[in-house]
């Protein structure tokens, strides 16, 4: 069995939440005229559609299981942290492309965290 170290646990993450973000992307890309007739409740789909791609993903790749708290934080962290980025934008403090690099930064970061220190406590590279 080949040694798991976390070079590899990172790129099984990565590559998870790109995928997570291409669907989030696509379904955004189809909605948007329904945003534009002023359908704000689309908004949730995109994130909700790549957290399930990701969520569904990275442990199958992985091999690490994830219980619902990791969707729960996961989710609070996707929601939360967009919806204070927002609010940021609406405020007119960033510009939306600025929020949006922050938004990325601000879950890919702590994500990656918290799963590395999962799976080290877990014993997942011995």
Do not use: N
């Not at 969520?55 to 729960?72: N, T, V, Y």
């Not at 590395?116 to 406590?121: D, M, T, V």
Request: no cysteine.
């Amino acid at each position: 069995m080949p040694a798991r170290s976390q070079l590899r646990l990172f790129a099984v993450y990565f590559v998870s939440f790109a995928a997570g973000l291409t669907v989030a992307w696509l379904i955004l890309s189809g909605l948007a005229e329904g945003v534009r007739d002023g359908y704000w409740v689309l908004l949730l789909m995109p994130p909700l559609g790549g957290m399930a791609v990701f969520h569904g993903l990275f442990p199958l790749l992985s091999r690490i299981r994830l219980g619902l708290e990791f969707i729960a934080v996961g989710g609070a962290l996707v929601y939360g942290f967009g919806a204070v980025l927002t609010g940021v934008v609406w405020l007119g403090l960033l510009d939306p492309g600025t929020a949006l690099v922050f938004w990325l930064a601000g879950v890919f970061g702590p994500g990656w965290w918290i799963m590395s220190q999962w799976a080290e406590k877990i014993g997942y590279f011995k």
